[in-house]
């Protein structure tokens, strides 16, 4: 053998072919397209189902004896059962936030219903701003004109101004709001902190108007039960139990909050007045 020479090496296997993954606009694309496509079918699930049927006034008035009874020996286990229900309600936009927050006040009474349906509301809220920011809104960002850009931009400069304008004045769907800031690219904090300080004086109101209708659901459930004891054959056409919550809502309540609403604006309206003049 001779010196020096190295001696022979075997080649290298060749490395195995790499599958190809997703690209990576496609795994962030349905990233962000999969939580707004489960709460839309978790949406569809609970209408479908009529979930929402049973957060009624017929539900708790039936039910108001047992209520009261579990929540005085479990309160903090009522009270998470509530917080839970409400968030759920208000990300899956069911038509029943009104009739549980009043629900809040009559078996929690306004001094706990109110804080808890406001912690509630506001999480909930959350919940589908940022579904609804990171798909509907950074996708409309993307494709938009200047036009939905510098109203964008507008609104973003004014957002807690804008945001507490459209939380206090009644005339706005809550569900409605939360999709506008998404797609209007309203700041999370910002967000937070109109939605839970805009909502303080409706659901106040609502919780105080629901902690005083203790003696008005046990009249009702007593005519009721007597109702249906003399007509069980048609108890769901004869007998009625229902309280409107549109009743508490009245001319003046509406008025108060859009004033409300009005002083809310006084920030934006300053420093519009203010750029004009030092336009001038």
């Known amino acids: 053998m001779a010196i020096g020479r190295e001696p022979h090496r075997m080649p290298a296997p060749p490395e195995p072919a790499k599958t190809p993954g997703p690209p990576t606009s496609v795994r ?11 709460l839309v079918l978790l949406m569809l699930l609970a209408y479908g189902m009529g979930w929402h049927k049973h957060l009624s006034f017929r539900t708790i008035g039936a039910n108001y004896d047992a209520l009261r009874t579990f929540i005085g020996a479990n309160l903090f286990a009522a009270l998470a059962i509530y917080l839970a229900l409400y968030i759920a309600v208000v990300a899956l936009s069911l038509p029943v936030a009104g009739v549980m927050t009043i629900s809040g006040g009559l078996l ?5 219903g109110a804080p808890v349906t406001i912690v509630g509301a506001t999480i909930g809220a959350t919940l589908i701003f940022l579904i609804a920011r990171s798909s509907i809104g950074e996708a409309l960002a993307a494709q938009a004109g200047p036009w939905l850009a510098k109203l964008r931009e507008g609104f973003r400069d004014n957002a807690l101004s804008y945001l507490l304008f459209l939380r206090l ?24 902190v109109g939605t839970a300080l805009g909502i303080i004086p409706g659901t106040t109101a609502f919780s105080f ?19 249906v004891a003399k007509r069980p054959a048609d108890t769901d056409s004869a007998c009625t139990f229902s309280i409107d919550p549109g009743a508490i809502l009245t001319r003046e309540l509406i008025i108060a909050l859009a004033l409300l609403g009005f002083v809310a604006l006084i920030p934006v309206a300053v420093k519009w007045w203010k750029a004009r003049n030092d336009n001038v």
Do not use: D, T
Request: charged fraction near 5%; glycine fraction near 14%; aromatic fraction near 12%.
């Open 28 to 38: 962030g694309g349905l990233g962000r397209w999969l939580p707004l496509a489960v």
């Open 108 to 112: 929690f009474g306004w001094q706990i």
């Open 169 to 192: 004045v009644p005339a706005f769907p809550f569900a409605i709001v939360n999709l506008a800031a998404a797609v209007l690219g309203v700041p999370l904090r910002a967000y937070v």
């Open 209 to 227: 108007a629901g902690a005083g209708l203790g003696s008005v659901v046990e009249a009702q459930n007593v005519a009721y039960k007597a109702c």
